[in-house]
């Protein structure tokens, strides 16, 4: 149990790291526009790629 715990809570600290950086960087205006929108896409495409790749892998286990 406290493994679980402290899976989620290093999870949630690197989670909060991330969205800090994250605001940090589309923030900037020293950071050119095209380049914020390029990162902001390639973003969203892997979190799209992981979304597909847990469904499928859920629809596998169902099968199974």
Known sequence: MWQNVAF?????GILALIGWSV???FM?????LLIR???GAIGAG???LIGVA???R??????E
């Not at 900037?28 to 050119?32: A, C, K, N, R, V």
Request: cysteine-free.
């Open 23 to 25: 605001k940090v960087f």
């Open 46 to 48: 892997v979190l799209v």
């Open 8 to 12: 989620i809570l290093i999870g949630l």
């Open 37 to 39: 929108i390029a990162v």
């Open 28 to 32: 900037d205006s020293d950071i050119p």
């Open 54 to 56: 847990i469904k499928d």
């Open 58 to 63: 859920l629809k596998k286990a169902k099968t």
